[in-house]
């Protein structure tokens, strides 16, 4: 079952939870049907791969790994910490996400 996911692709994040916290970096992907996102430079493992055409020289690769969306949180424009979301309808019918701590529109 896929949640309706807050946190969209290209967001500034912060860590909230786990063994990267305290990090921030910008969402690279979104995983809404495992509630997973992935970070750049955040929750980083090591994948060994085999030679292959595509990549001849094989060895240690460093891949950002994905996160569960509960401990990232998104960074409030305003003061760069951490804020929850909210998501109002406006008079037009469109939908827009801000920011509980100041109040302003994310994107």
């Known amino acids: 079952m896929s949640v309706k996911m807050k946190i969209k692709k290209n967001d500034n994040v912060i860590v909230i939870a786990g063994k990267d916290k305290g990090k921030t970096g910008m ?15 955040v929750n980083r493992v090591t994948r060994h ?3 292959t ?6 060895g ?4 950002e790994a994905p996160l569960h969306a509960s401990n990232v949180a998104l960074i409030d424009p305003k003061d760069n910490k951490a ?13 827009t996400r801000h920011a509980k701590r100041s109040g302003e529109v994310i994107e």
């Open 27 to 41: 969402v690279k992907m979104v995983i809404p049907s495992e509630n997973r996102v992935v970070v750049v430079g």
């Open 49 to 51: 791969t085999k030679p």
């Open 53 to 58: 055409q595509a990549d001849p020289q094989g």
């Open 60 to 63: 240690r690769k460093q891949i």
């Open 83 to 95: 804020t929850r979301i909210s998501i109002k309808v406006g008079k037009d019918g469109a939908k």
